[in-house]
């Protein structure tokens, strides 16, 4: 019988660089409507994730109050969390901020699926969040 180790996730979806959310502003979501590039210039360490701003203003309201601009589900697909595993992003396609609070979604299919039902899916993901990180 072979034993493989079984390795927890980050609590924080990162690319191979280490940066949340693809690179992409969070606060520009926000703040502009619409998805941003960061720069290398306005970075921020938190969760062990480097998250990238497009300016000084967005890094200032970020390091402020992250919890207010920080994805849900740790930046992690909020249909793939919903349906109890996890999946990466695409911060340009799949996302959508419902009640103050920033979803992110596989694709652009994925994300039409996930706006059949909002709420229920939110539901699910909630229950399963942090679960599916074991």
């Keep these: 019988m072979t034993v493989s180790p079984v390795w927890a996730k980050s609590p924080v979806n990162t690319n191979w660089r280490g940066w949340a959310v693809k690179g992409y502003d969070v606060v520009a979501y926000f703040t502009l409507g619409q998805p941003t590039k960061g720069a290398g210039d306005y970075t921020y360490k938190w969760r062990d994730a480097t998250w990238r701003f497009a300016n000084a ?78």
């Design 57 to 134: 203003e967005h890094l200032a309201a970020f390091t402020a109050d992250p919890e207010r601009y920080a994805p849900q589900y740790g930046g992690y697909c909020a249909y793939a969390v919903a349906m109890g595993t996890t999946a990466n992003i695409d911060p340009v396609h799949g996302w959508q901020i419902v009640d103050g609070k920033l979803y992110l979604n596989y694709n652009r299919s994925i994300q039409e699926k996930w706006m059949q039902d909002i709420p229920g899916y939110i539901e699910k993901a909630d229950n399963n969040w942090p679960k599916v990180l074991e």
